[in-house]
């Protein structure tokens, strides 16, 4: 009769033991990600067999990862760093030793350190084979945690790239639109103008307008009227032309500054004493154009600068003028101003 028996044997288990670090760091986190936990069961482990890992039969081996950043270099030297900070707690929490430890250090995987000490023990025939089972579980834990560590990274810098591209699409298509809204404002070649503000002193006021590009333009403004009443005792009448040179701004070409040269005749008299002479002079101006339509838009213009006028003071006797002396007078201040409907001809 045979009597199956339990026997003692020794067997080898491999401890394994995972540290995780944030991407692109070296700081060792103890209570983040579970790092406390992880840490405490090393501790145990690492006071049981103490004496075999002082002694150098059961050294401690140290597995650095690091896939990031990009050059293998900084991956390498972040790994060793990752790997001395673990070796560190052990030194002085545990009283180890530098030739305690069997290190290297990787530049692929995933952002952690593995510890690992192969553990040999003395157990029964019946609980070796679970044993062994549980250390096979246990290895195989530890990859697929690193695999799934090292999938979650790369997912991560693929969705970085794709919001990074996706940026990069839409910053292109905003210059695009911005491109394409530019060149449908395109200047017209000639445009006739009336200024609205002459036209309703009853001051007849006509202009055109040359577009030489979309940032340079001539212009030409002529006036003319000619009143009389009271028996021509008052009078009221004058005739202008204005040439202009202007120089359109911004990227749609609304805001304008130019210089602007004037000359003409008049013929005042609303009182007792009349005036008759000639003009001349210029200056610089200044406005705004505001589309209307694709036709039409309304020009708001001032001019800033100095008319000089000659003329002669005369009265009226029976219907007939009495010069009464010349004079010359001076203006500085608004030369001109302006609401001027601009209507695109081509």
């Not at 050294?59 to 270099?73: E, F």
């Not at 790997?83 to 290190?103: D, H, M, Y």
């Not at 790239?161 to 060149?183: G, K, P, Q, V, Y």
């Not at 002079?281 to 705004?288: A, H, K, R």
């Amino acid at each position: 009769m045979f009597v199956l028996l339990p026997v003692a044997v020794w067997g080898e288990t491999e401890k394994t033991y995972t540290f995780r670090f944030v991407p692109e760091d070296d700081m060792f986190y103890i209570p983040w990600n579970s790092n406390g936990e992880e840490l405490a069961r090393l501790f145990e482990c690492v006071e049981r067999n103490k004496v075999a890992i002082l002694n150098g039969s059961l050294p401690v081996l140290i597995d650095g990862y690091c896939n990031s950043p990009d050059s293998p270099a900084e991956r390498l030297k972040i790994a060793k760093i990752r790997s001395n900070r673990v070796k560190t707690e052990l030194i002085l929490q545990q009283g180890l030793t530098e030739a305690c430890f069997k290190t290297r250090n990787h530049t692929w995987g995933g952002n952690y350190v593995i510890v690992r000490l192969e553990v040999r023990f003395a157990e029964s025939s019946e609980t070796g084979l679970e044993t062994q089972r549980q250390a096979e579980e246990d290895r195989l834990t530890a990859e697929r945690a690193a695999r799934t560590e090292q999938e979650r990274l790369v997912a991560e810098k693929q969705k970085a790239e794709e919001l990074r591209l996706a940026a990069e699409r839409a910053e292109a298509a905003r210059l695009a639109a911005e491109t394409d809204a530019a060149a449908k404002v395109k200047p017209y070649s000639l445009a006739l103008r009336a200024n609205l503000l002459r036209w309703a002193t009853l001051t007849p006021d006509l202009g055109v307008e040359w577009r030489i590009s979309r940032s340079v333009g001539l212009l030409v403004n002529g006036s003319w009227t000619s009143w009389g009443w009271d028996d021509v005792n008052r009078r009221y009448a004058l005739w202008e032309v204005a040439p202009e040179v202007r120089w359109y701004l911004g990227e749609n070409k609304r805001g304008y500054l130019g210089a602007m040269f004037k000359t003409g005749q008049f013929n005042y008299k609303l009182s007792d004493t009349g005036r008759q002479g000639d003009l001349m002079g210029g200056g610089l101006t200044g406005g705004y154009v505001l589309p209307l339509g694709k036709s039409l838009s309304l020009d708001f213009s001032l001019g800033l600068g100095c008319l000089q006028a000659d003329y002669e003071k005369y009265t009226v006797i029976e219907g007939t003028r009495v010069r009464q002396g010349t004079e010359t007078k001076n203006w500085w201040g608004p030369i001109n101003a302006g609401v001027s409907l601009v209507w695109k001809l081509f």
